[in-house]
């Protein structure tokens, strides 16, 4: 079973990076009062970047690369299969009310096949290419006692934790999201694109009460390309 991709020491929720599994393991939960730092995504977890520095980064923290790759493909339909997978794990979650499913208007051409990613609580849907399990995926992650926290602590919980911050604009307000590489750590200055890395995102989404988990392996600017192209799916 997966966990959320919770604030730990080590590589742990989403660890085991190298040897993918069928199931993911969550990191332990951080205590309330003083969050490590988030560490990966699923243990199988196997353009152009736009995030904003957040407020705690650390010095060394690099700037957005002024470039990467060909713009993204227009937005297209949900993938009806990640939808019905999406849908089928939140009906089974923990609590349904309060971290309504996701789904992805467009994965920017990367062509996975999407398949459930177990989340202890929650619900996921990964997406795996042929040479690359988990190359990318979304869920919405199981709870923990900082979940009840205000709005304004949340904001400034993912603020401090990520190297970068952004807000999402197309989901209800306030959504947004702090993100990096895993174990929240900044992009190299040597690989600003985070090439071959694997790129995490913590999401919140405004009227929810969990939080989404993001990633992608396929560089910064893929994660952003999913994070501006999540949309809410109708539960009725």
């Known amino acids: 079973m997966i966990n959320r991709i919770l604030p730990a020491a080590g ?18 939960p951080a205590t309330e009062s003083s969050p490590a730092a988030p560490t990966s995504g699923p243990n199988d977890f196997d353009g152009t970047a736009t995030g904003t520095l957040a407020p705690s980064t650390s010095p060394s923290a690099s700037p957005p690369p002024d470039h990467v790759g060909d713009p993204p493909p227009p937005v297209t339909a949900v993938d009806p299969a990640a939808r019905r997978i999406a849908l089928s794990g939140w009906r089974k979650s923990e609590k349904p009310e ?8 467009s994965d920017a051409g990367a ?40 709005v304004q602590k ?20 306030p959504s947004y999201a702090g993100y990096g ?15 071959g890395l694997n790129s995490i995102a913590y999401v919140r989404v405004g009227g929810q009460g ?11 600017a893929h994660l952003e390309h999913l994070l501006a192209n999540l949309v809410m799916v109708p539960t009725s």
């Open 98 to 105: 309060t971290c309504a499913p996701l789904a992805l208007k």
């Open 210 to 220: 969990c939080d989404y988990n993001v990633w992608s392996r396929l560089g910064r």
């Open 154 to 173: 949340q904001r400034a919980r993912l603020a401090a934790q990520w190297p970068y911050f952004r807000e999402i604009t197309q989901l209800p307000k």
């Open 111 to 150: 062509g996975g096949k999407a398949r459930r990613a177990n989340f202890s609580g929650g619900w996921g849907v990964a997406f795996d290419q042929p040479a690359l399990r988990s190359a990318y995926g979304f869920a919405g992650t199981g709870f923990i006692p900082q979940d009840a926290n205000s």
């Open 11 to 28: 590589l742990a929720a989403l660890s085991a990076c190298s040897s993918p599994s069928e199931t993911e393991q969550p990191a332990a």
């Open 181 to 195: 590489v895993e174990g929240a750590e900044d992009y190299p200055r040597a690989n600003p694109d985070g090439n």
